[in-house]
């Protein structure tokens, strides 16, 4: 029989083994964080030079986000353009664009993770190798990973009859951005190019997307210039299937602070001036109406290293590649609210197939 003092010698002996092996489990899993941890941090995807993405700050805070479904992604794969819009809040800021099979393959991890839409965008689409660039990732989304949907924003300039020829049947929906009716108007925003008319070139796509069956939709930005103005007549008369109206944002970096390079601060109205414009359009039946608190978390934005970019404190900060990282874990950094996503109609008709138009 055991003696109490041995007892007591045993109970202290375990004791310490089982402080000393939770030491040593603690000290081996921190080891094995750390390396995991800077293998993924430093381990290279593919021969692309990506820059050094977010603050610490920003990853640790966005990492408690629950994971969302990408299920509409907005792609600008460049920011290079051919028009300066005084309020452009997603400026020239590089020249890069991924190769295409990066590009690609990038598009197919989306699908993968339950992308449903995909809208092209920039700077401007049809700018990078005159549209063709554009025209082959349009064709692969469509074609191969068999999309639902598959849109593009343009200002319209660089648009060509034969780009519909080639590419028409593989796009669902082309939105033109027109911010108002007065063609000085489009001058002073810095929405045009030399003696062009932009009016012109927007009815001539109109009648283009009508002839190869691709619907149409205009994109306008709400701002000092045109706050005033009554689209109701020119709208209804272009028919568009939906009618974005966009309330001016500004955005750290881009076209507000020291390191924009744009200054669209005279370019902001308030929340009442948006109302009221929207009041005033309320008999335009596409009317899609977009305020600055819905556009800064309701959208799911990539950017030319495709990275998802966090809007939510009035700036970009953008995630890691899901080029680098996957899907899965970029978007937990995308700031993006699937219900406000939901609550601004981002879910609607969206591919031609199920929409009844009267081409």
């Known amino acids: 029989m055991l003696t109490s003092n041995q007892v007591g010698f ?10 000393n092996v939770n030491s040593f489990l603690a ?9 995991s941890g800077t293998q993924m941090q430093h381990t290279p995807v593919g021969n692309i030079s990506r820059p050094k993405t977010g603050t610490k700050e920003q990853k640790e805070g966005s990492s408690t986000q629950l994971t969302r479904t990408p299920s509409s992604v907005n792609y600008h794969f460049t920011r290079q353009c051919n028009y300066k819009c005084g309020f452009c809040f997603h400026t020239a800021k590089t020249s890069f ?4 099979e990066e590009a690609k393959r990038g598009l197919r991890l989306l699908k993968e993770a339950g992308m449903e839409k995909i809208n092209f965008s920039g700077g401007e689409p049809f700018i990078h190798e005159k549209g063709n660039f554009l025209g082959e990732l349009v064709r692969y989304c469509k074609q191969e990973l068999q999309l639902p949907s598959v849109s593009i924003v343009s200002n319209g300039s660089l648009i060509r009859e034969t780009w519909f020829q080639k590419y028409g049947d593989y796009l669902d929906i082309l939105a033109i951005s ?9 001058k002073v925003i810095g929405r045009g190019q030399g003696k062009k008319s932009h009016l012109d070139k927007l009815h001539q796509v109109q009648n283009w997307c009508r002839e190869y069956k691709v619907a149409f939709k205009i994109n306008s ?3 000092t210039y045109n706050v005033d103005e009554d689209m109701t007549e020119q709208i209804n008369n272009l028919n568009p299937v939906r009618w974005k109206v966009f309330q001016c944002l500004l955005i750290e970096g881009e076209n507000a602070g020291e390191n924009s390079l744009r200054e669209a601060e005279k370019f902001i109205i308030s929340d009442q001036q948006f109302q009221d414009f929207l009041d005033r359009h309320q008999s335009v ?3 899609v109406p977009e305020s600055n608190q819905k556009m800064r978390d309701s959208y799911l934005i990539l950017d030319e290293y495709m990275r998802f970019l966090d809007c939510r404190e009035g700036r970009k900060d953008p995630s890691k590649s899901i080029l680098d990282i996957g899907v899965e874990e970029a978007i937990k950094f995308s700031g993006f609210d699937e219900k406000m996503f939901l609550v601004r109609g981002g879910k609607y008709v969206w591919s031609k197939a199920d929409m009844k138009l009267d081409w």
């Not at 027109?178 to 489009?186: K, L, Q, V, Y």
Request: proline share 3%.
């Open 97 to 100: 664009v991924l190769p295409i």
């Open 178 to 186: 027109c911010d108002s009716f007065n063609e000085d108007t489009n």
């Open 221 to 223: 930005v709400i701002n």
């Open 27 to 35: 000290a081996l899993l921190g080891w094995i964080l750390r390396v």
């Open 10 to 19: 045993a109970a202290m002996l375990m004791q310490f083994c089982f402080k």
């Open 285 to 287: 039946k596409c009317l």
